[in-house]
């Protein structure tokens, strides 16, 4: 008998220890507001300039490992942020970015959904939808920086 608890107890453990690292199913995913991140050098460029454990550990949950080519470093021509104006109250960081940051973002446009969580919708050269993150809990710091590095530079037009 001792023996079966003994090894029902490191059965246990072994689940409770191995479940940190796991992946997490998409739904889960998407419920933490990691819908669409694809590569784990994300999470790790989200965890210089988010100090919060948990919300890195998500991310590295729902990622994928990096290949080694050239498709790691995945930018986006431009995106919409789009959100419910009604839930917007909801959202300040969210606000504040609409208000006092979009503008260095010409190629980010705002679209107002009804009943919409707040997300960023990544496009393509084409304009086609590539990707999409729900950024809820995203402090306006982190929306700055996630744009930075995945919306390409809006190039100056030659003068005519």
Known sequence: ?????AVVVVVVL????GASSEQLSSRECE??????LALCSDCNTL??????????SDCLKCCTEDSNDA????????ALLEVCMRK???YPEVVGFIE????????????????SPPKLIMLDNAGQHKETIRIDNWKREHILQYLRE???????????
Request: net charge positive.
């Open 31 to 36: 419920n933490l507001g990691f819908t669409g």
């Open 88 to 90: 917007l109250v909801f």
């Open 71 to 78: 498709t790691t470093k995945i930018t986006y021509s431009g």
């Open 14 to 17: 072994a689940l409770f220890l």
């Open 100 to 115: 006092d940051e979009k503008d260095q973002f010409p190629s980010v446009k705002v679209q107002y959904v009804f009943n």
């Open 47 to 56: 965890s210089e300039y988010v100090k919060d454990k948990e919300l890195v």
């Open 150 to 160: 995945k919306v390409e530079k809006v190039k100056p037009s030659a003068a005519v």
């Open 1 to 5: 008998m001792k023996k079966v608890v």
